[in-house]
């Protein structure tokens, strides 16, 4: 079997444009989708696809790891970002080739299953892009929440650290207490609660006034509370508070895992399957992970194909605690997508069909072409004019 051609199909989801990557084989019918989605660089990732098809066509598909090989090294540039995201979409394609050639579902070819269930967690507002980072009232918040409870599941996460500097504002500090306490309030014990700081602070300092003030309400753990690769602050931080730390979702290189891993400071790590290098990329950071002790939960706002790796994936890894979904983050979410992921309280099932189990409808990702994606980046702006993380 060989494979005889990668291509890319591009579906408008707002803040996204979701990157669908199908590879086809000599094998007549025998295609796989995989999902590169990488925020406000759609065209980069597209064109990276593009120039690491030709070191891939002709070799067997499944080959996995032959040619991740193929594509990571005979590539002499370190790949970043868009070229690892290329990497992960055709790779996830290859999985879904070898399950249907097989006639098995991909979490087999990964271990097989080691949980008959996977709990996961939603955003407020179910994934809509206003709801998730414009909630910034405690009225509000509460009412979100308790919509997605009413949905069945059983966490949710929320952004409500504000944009800051190197100085947590008392103002502010006492605005996200008030928030977590609205929030337990509303959903008692029994629902976890996250909250995504998304490397806002740009102190260890004002990350802690913040994560000091969200205690009480016990957060399943706080992520990303200072900016990517920061170790040093992320290690200060660990020393100075109980509350759960999770990273990694910007992490993509095995190496940078690795420095992240020796500094001791998280309980959750995040790598993102679409941006690591594929699912097997994925189980290596997992088992590395399992070692020391951390769990996982994968980073996942992305598109349907995305989803459903996810779900494989955590079907079949040990250290898995909670998967991130963003399922009907746009109307058109199961139009263009037809997958295994089913929901009973809060739990996605283990799918059993062929491969990812996933059909594509060319048709329907045509009436949702490329648009440029709302930059809320744009956001990240304090009063005095000076531009933040966002």
Request: proline share 10%.
């Given at each position: 079997m060989k494979i005889t051609s990668v291509s890319t199909r591009v579906v408008n989801a707002e803040m996204r444009n979701w990157?669908?990557?199908?590879?086809?084989?000599?094998?007549?019918?025998?295609?796989?989708?995989?999902?590169?989605?990488?925020?406000?660089?759609?065209r980069a990732v597209v064109g990276a696809i593009e120039d690491l098809a030709p070191l891939i066509v002709g070799r067997d598909p499944r080959d996995i790891e032959q040619a991740v090989r193929a594509m990571t090294k005979q590539s002499f540039w370190r790949l970043g970002a868009v070229g690892m995201s290329a990497v992960s979409g055709i790779e996830l394609a290859l999985w879904d080739i070898f399950g249907k050639h097989l006639d098995v579902p991909v979490w087999r070819l990964l271990g097989g299953k080691v949980r008959d269930k996977v709990g996961v967690y939603t955003h407020l507002g179910m994934g809509d892009m206003r709801a998730v980072y414009e909630t910034n009232e405690v009225e509000p918040l509460i009412e979100r929440a308790r919509e997605v409870v009413e949905q069945g599941y059983r966490a949710f996460k929320a952004v409500i650290v504000p944009y800051t500097h190197f100085h947590a504002p008392l103002p502010e500090v006492d605005k996200v207490a008030r928030m977590?306490?609205?929030?337990?309030?509303?959903?008692?014990?029994?629902?976890?609660?996250?909250?995504?700081?998304h490397g806002r602070p740009a102190s260890a300092g004002a990350a802690l006034a913040?994560?000091?003030?969200?205690?009480?309400?016990?957060?399943?753990?706080?992520?990303?509370?200072?900016?990517?690769g920061d170790f040093a602050s992320l290690t200060n931080l660990a020393r100075r508070t109980s509350v759960p730390l999770a990273?990694?979702?910007r992490l993509i290189d095995r190496g940078e895992f690795d420095a992240l891993f020796a500094t001791g400071a998280i309980d959750i790590v995040?790598?993102?399957i679409c941006h690591c290098g594929g699912l097997l990329e994925a189980k290596k950071i997992a088992a590395r992970a399992e070692v020391l002790g951390i769990g996982v939960a994968p980073h996942n706002p992305l598109g349907p194909i995305a989803g459903v790796a996810a779900l494989h994936f955590a079907v079949s890894t040990?250290?898995?605690?909670?998967?991130?979904?963003?399922?009907?983050?746009?109307?058109?979410?199961?139009?263009?997508?037809?997958?295994?992921?089913?929901?009973?309280?809060?739990?996605?099932?283990?799918?059993e069909a062929p491969g990812l189990g996933i059909t594509v409808d060319e048709a329907a990702c045509a009436r949702h072409p490329y648009a440029q994606e709302v930059l809320h980046t744009q956001n990240a702006v304090l009063a005095d004019g000076t531009i933040v993380d966002w």
């Open positions: 990157v669908f990557v199908k590879v086809g084989t000599d094998d007549p019918g025998l295609f796989g989708w995989g999902e590169a989605t990488l925020e406000w660089k759609t977590m306490q609205g929030l337990r309030e509303a959903v008692g014990e029994e629902v976890e609660i996250m909250v995504d700081f913040y994560i000091e003030a969200l205690a009480p309400g016990r957060p399943m753990f706080v992520e990303e509370p200072v900016q990517p990273t990694g979702e995040q790598p993102d040990p250290n898995h605690v909670i998967q991130e979904e963003m399922v009907g983050a746009v109307p058109w979410y199961y139009e263009v997508v037809d997958g295994p992921i089913r929901q009973v309280d809060g739990f996605w099932q283990v799918p």
